[in-house]
């Protein structure tokens, strides 16, 4: 486990993007917060990271959206309003075993759906610290992800 602490969105995008070069299919991201905690932010920056220049919009009201053109495509998933165990309908699974880098919003919402390893990431606003605080809390699972983490906490200062 690694806790980062944040102060402004710049830091949370760089973040994202400092966690992308270590990436690859099928990885599966779950952000974990409250409205405006800064998932999407931390996303915008990961796609960055992926390389893909398209603008990252939060995927409230489509469940998913998919960006290609990145060294590996990005499916940015905001489970937040999907019904009880439909996430076979959203075909979840093969998302979770394709060809991309699955970012989940809101993973509270498919916990009966988790793959066996991913990452999971808290998003924790300090708000006696101020607006743009936030606390980060990386949760691996499964030696990857484990090695990932480790890679972030000795680079994340650069
Ligand atoms: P979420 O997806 O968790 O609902 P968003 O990333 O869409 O949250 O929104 C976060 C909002 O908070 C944005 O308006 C962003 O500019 C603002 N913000 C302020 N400080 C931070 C920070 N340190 N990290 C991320 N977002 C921040
Ligand atoms: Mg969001």
Redesign the pocket.
């Known amino acids: 486990m690694l806790e980062l602490t944040?102060?402004?969105?710049?830091?949370?995008?760089a973040l994202g993007k400092q966690l992308a070069p270590g990436l690859q299919a099928p990885d599966v991201i779950l952000?974990d917060?409250?409205?405006?905690?800064?998932?999407?932010?931390?996303?915008?920056g990961l796609a960055a990271g992926l390389g893909i220049k398209r603008n990252v919009k939060?995927p409230t009201f489509t469940i998913i959206r998919e960006y290609q053109g990145g060294r590996l495509p990005l499916y940015h998933m905001?489970v937040y309003r999907l019904e009880d165990g439909s996430g076979d309908e959203l075909g979840l699974e093969e998302y979770f075993n394709g060809d991309g880098v699955n970012v989940v919003?809101w993973s509270q919402f498919i916990a009966d759906e988790l793959p066996e390893h991913y990452l999971r990431i808290v998003?924790k606003r300090d708000d006696d610290a101020g607006?743009?605080?936030?606390t980060l809390t990386f949760e691996p699972h499964g030696d990857h992800f484990e090695r990932l983490v480790e890679h972030l906490e000795a680079t994340h200062h650069e």
Request: aromatic content about 6%; overall charge negative; charged content about 30%.
């Open positions: 944040v102060t402004s969105p710049e830091m949370t995008m952000l917060g409250d409205l405006g905690a800064g998932k999407t932010t931390f996303t915008k939060s905001d919003e998003f607006e743009t605080q936030r």
